[in-house]
């Protein structure tokens, strides 16, 4: 498993899949294991009752079925399948609009979904994903991208309430694929896969939606912000080290 | 399940093709790395040195790997233009052949090249001038740069009248897993002396890639092909020029890649996620009301999705 996981580390982040269910074949004994620590690139169904989209992890399925968060429904259809109670429901709708008013504002287009399910100690877990295709035949407004897919996974765990606080624990997974191609410059592609934790104890008074949303947001940025700066930044300096571009400061003058 | 247990019999030749898989998938300079937890996985030796013996080989050429020479007498690169039978492969600039064990990585002995295996004086000349401008060129653009000029095609030929092939390589690679990156910058040009036509067409291929992996995995995959020509001159001549078009294209290249790196945060990366909404302001978690009545509201007029 841990030589596994040391594959996972240093396989190109764009071949995650491949790579997953390669591992899968070779070690069927773990399966449960891979799929539980290696993240993937999200998947989605058609409600089809809705006629809307929803993304499929861990977190929805019941046997071969994935439940919808807009009719609560399984795809395909499953008799019994696990639902939240009625009350962590009511939540799990509510989260379901505001978290896609937020996607919408951060990420113009995209798909996003949120499931609840209540854990072993009176509290609950939370999980928002959200799917973006950003290329130009995607949902690129820009159309700068020939390739581009950001998947976002956020697991919160919100423990139960003590003296008006709730402790929540937040896992956030942010995988990206963007690639540019033009005549100029030839393909160029950046993959990237990283994850972070983040603990806090927060007051209830703002309603448990608010608490974990303002943690989301504090979390993508500070992901989005570290794969700009500092992961490409270090892909970057390397570059420069491999041909340090001294040369091309003197033969370029700034144009303006 | 019944499909995870037909998927567990895997024959041997799968798993072969499997860890060859992730051996060739290997960022620069980690196949080693990589070899290490593929041996542990597939648990068994003959698996395992079956798909090394075939990935290694292909790894070390498409990644130009340099080596040094068993006698320290300098580098040989490992590219299928200085292959020969064996496992081994040509040294030009000091006519020396190189034994390579591919798995390891490394030369295990060197003998001179015969006369069969170097191309004849005519194309020789061409080929050493071109050299000895390359070196040049690479000494002072790349830290850690190695360099060869290879004949490509046409190596027997005597004098004027017909055509033949170089191969200018070059590789630059980095590894400091203690920074957790690593990295590599391979370069192919090919250069193609037309007698009838008295030109030299250039073509070039630049492949660079860079992994960093501290808490996470992060790589960079950048591949340029372009084109060029000059005439067909003196060698001496033909040496500078060739080698002023690499110049010259190589840090075009470079300059690209900076400009594609730049853009990233305004726009590029902007169709994946934006840094604050369009609402330039931070999402009012606090105030999610207004957001439910809006929302009916445009139900009731009948407008929105």
Same mark, same amino acid.
């Given at each position: 498993?841990?030589?596994?996981?040391?594959?996972?580390?240093?396989?190109?982040?764009?071949?995650?899949?491949?790579?997953?269910?390669?591992?899968?074949?070779?070690?069927?004994?773990?399966?449960?294991?891979?799929?539980?620590?290696v993240?993937?690139?999200?998947?989605?169904?058609?409600?089809?009752?809705?006629?809307?989209?929803?993304?499929?992890?861990?977190?929805?399925?019941?046997?071969?079925?994935?439940?919808?968060?807009?009719?609560?429904?399984?795809?395909?259809?499953?008799?019994?399948?696990?639902?939240?109670?009625l009350?962590?429901?009511?939540?799990?709708?509510?989260?379901?609009?505001?978290?896609?008013?937020?996607?919408?504002?951060?990420?113009e287009?995209?798909?996003?979904?949120?499931?609840?399910?209540?854990?072993?100690?009176?509290?609950?877990?939370?999980?928002?994903?959200?799917?973006?295709?950003?290329?130009?035949?995607?949902?690129?407004?820009?159309?700068?991208?020939?390739?581009?897919?950001?998947?976002?996974?956020?697991?919160?765990e919100?423990?139960?309430?003590?003296?008006?606080?709730?402790?929540?624990?937040?896992?956030?997974?942010?995988?990206?694929t963007?690639?540019?191609?033009?005549?100029?410059?030839?393909?160029?592609?950046?993959?990237?896969?990283?994850?972070?934790?983040?603990?806090?104890?927060?007051?209830?008074?703002?309603?448990?939606?608010?608490?974990?949303?303002?943690?989301?947001?504090?979390m993508?940025?500070?992901?989005?912000?570290?794969?700009?700066?500092?992961?490409?930044?270090?892909?970057?300096?390397?570059?420069?080290?491999?041909?340090?571009?001294?040369?091309?400061?003197?033969?370029?003058?700034?144009?303006? | 399940?019944?499909?995870?247990?037909?998927?567990?019999e895997?024959?041997?030749?799968?798993?072969?093709e499997?860890?060859?898989?992730f051996?060739?998938?290997?960022?620069?300079?980690?196949?080693?790395?990589?070899?290490?937890?593929?041996?542990?996985?597939?648990?068994?030796?003959?698996?395992?040195?079956?798909?090394?013996?075939?990935?290694?080989?292909?790894?070390?050429?498409?990644?130009?790997?340099?080596? !040094?020479?068993?006698?320290?007498? /300098?580098? +040989?690169? $490992?590219?299928?233009?200085?292959?020969? *039978? =064996? @496992?081994?492969? &040509?040294?030009?600039?000091?006519?020396?052949?190189?034994?390579?064990?591919?798995?390891?990585?490394?030369?295990?002995?060197?003998?001179?090249?015969?006369?069969?295996?170097?191309?004849?004086?005519?194309?020789?000349?061409?080929?050493?001038?071109?050299?000895a401008?390359?070196?040049?060129?690479v000494?002072?653009?790349?830290?850690?740069?190695?360099?060869?000029?290879?004949?490509?095609?046409?190596?027997?030929?005597?004098g004027?009248?017909?055509?033949?092939e170089?191969a200018?390589?070059?590789?630059?690679?980095?590894?400091?897993?203690?920074?957790?990156?690593?990295?590599?910058?391979?370069?192919?040009w090919?250069?193609d002396?037309?007698?009838?036509? !008295?030109?030299?067409?250039?073509? /070039?291929? +630049?492949? $660079?890639?860079?992994?960093?992996?501290? *808490? =996470? @995995?992060?790589? &960079?995959?950048?591949?340029?092909?372009?084109?060029?020509?000059?005439?067909?001159?003196?060698?001496?001549?033909?040496?500078?020029?060739?080698?002023?078009?690499?110049?010259?294209?190589?840090?075009?290249?470079?300059?690209?890649?900076?400009?594609?790196?730049?853009?990233?945060?305004?726009?590029?990366?902007?169709?994946?996620?934006?840094?604050?909404?369009?609402?330039?302001?931070?999402?009012?978690?606090?105030?999610?009301?207004?957001?439910?009545?809006?929302?009916?509201?445009?139900?009731?007029?009948?407008?929105?999705?």
């Amino acid at each position: 498993m841990e030589a596994a996981m040391g594959l996972m580390r240093r396989i190109p982040p764009k071949h995650t899949e491949t790579a997953l269910s390669a591992l899968l074949s070779l070690m069927p004994n773990h399966s449960s294991d891979l799929l539980s620590q290696v993240d993937q690139p999200l998947q989605v169904l058609c409600d089809v009752q809705c006629g809307k989209e929803f993304i499929l992890c861990e977190y929805n399925r019941d046997a071969d079925s994935y439940r919808s968060p807009w009719s609560n429904k399984y795809h395909p259809p499953l008799e019994d399948g696990s639902l939240p109670s009625l009350e962590l429901r009511k939540l799990e709708t509510e989260a379901n609009d505001i978290f896609a008013i937020y996607r919408d504002q951060y990420y113009e287009g995209g798909i996003s979904s949120v499931y609840m399910w209540e854990d072993d100690n009176e509290g609950f877990v939370a999980c928002f994903l959200i799917k973006k295709d950003g290329s130009k035949t995607g949902q690129g407004r820009r159309g700068y991208l020939e390739e581009g897919a950001w998947d976002a996974i956020h697991v919160i765990e919100v423990g139960p309430e003590e003296e008006e606080n709730t402790n929540y624990r937040l896992t956030s997974t942010v995988m990206l694929t963007l690639t540019t191609n033009n005549e100029s410059s030839g393909t160029f592609s950046l993959s990237g896969s990283i994850r972070r934790q983040m603990s806090m104890k927060l007051s209830v008074a703002d309603g448990h939606l608010c608490n974990m949303g303002r943690m989301i947001e504090e979390m993508e940025s500070k992901l989005r912000n570290s794969l700009d700066q500092v992961y490409f930044g270090k892909t970057r300096e390397m570059v420069c080290t491999l041909r340090p571009p001294s040369e091309v400061a003197q033969m370029r003058m700034p144009e303006s | 399940m019944a499909e995870e247990e037909e998927e567990s019999e895997l024959s041997d030749k799968q798993k072969v093709e499997i860890a060859k898989w992730f051996l060739l998938n290997s960022p620069p300079g980690e196949i080693q790395y990589v070899a290490k937890d593929v041996k542990s996985i597939l648990n068994s030796d003959d698996l395992y040195n079956e798909a090394a013996s075939e990935a290694f080989p292909f790894y070390n050429k498409s990644h130009l790997i340099s080596l !040094q020479l068993s006698n320290r007498s /300098g580098d +040989v690169l $490992v590219t299928s233009f200085g292959e020969l *039978e =064996g @496992n081994a492969f &040509l040294e030009p600039r000091t006519a020396q052949v190189a034994m390579v064990d591919h798995v390891k990585q490394v030369c295990t002995g060197v003998r001179p090249a015969t006369d069969e295996e170097l191309p004849s004086p005519y194309v020789e000349e061409f080929r050493c001038n071109l050299d000895a401008e390359v070196i040049k060129y690479v000494e002072e653009t790349y830290p850690k740069g190695v360099c060869s000029v290879y004949c490509a095609s046409g190596k027997d030929v005597e004098g004027p009248g017909s055509n033949f092939e170089l191969a200018v390589v070059i590789s630059a690679a980095r590894h400091s897993p203690q920074n957790f990156c690593n990295g590599s910058w391979c370069s192919i040009w090919n250069i193609d002396f037309k007698d009838d036509q !008295q030109t030299v067409e250039v073509k /070039g291929k +630049v492949q $660079v890639g860079a992994h960093y992996f501290e *808490e =996470g @995995n992060v790589q &960079l995959d950048a591949k340029h092909e372009c084109k060029d020509a000059t005439l067909f001159q003196a060698p001496e001549e033909c040496a500078l020029a060739i080698t002023s078009i690499i110049r010259h294209h190589e840090t075009e290249y470079l300059a690209s890649l900076e400009a594609s790196y730049l853009n990233l945060p305004d726009s590029t990366f902007k169709d994946l996620r934006r840094k604050l909404p369009v609402t330039r302001t931070l999402f009012p978690w606090h105030n999610t009301l207004q957001f439910s009545l809006t929302r009916d509201i445009s139900k009731e007029l009948g407008i929105g999705k």
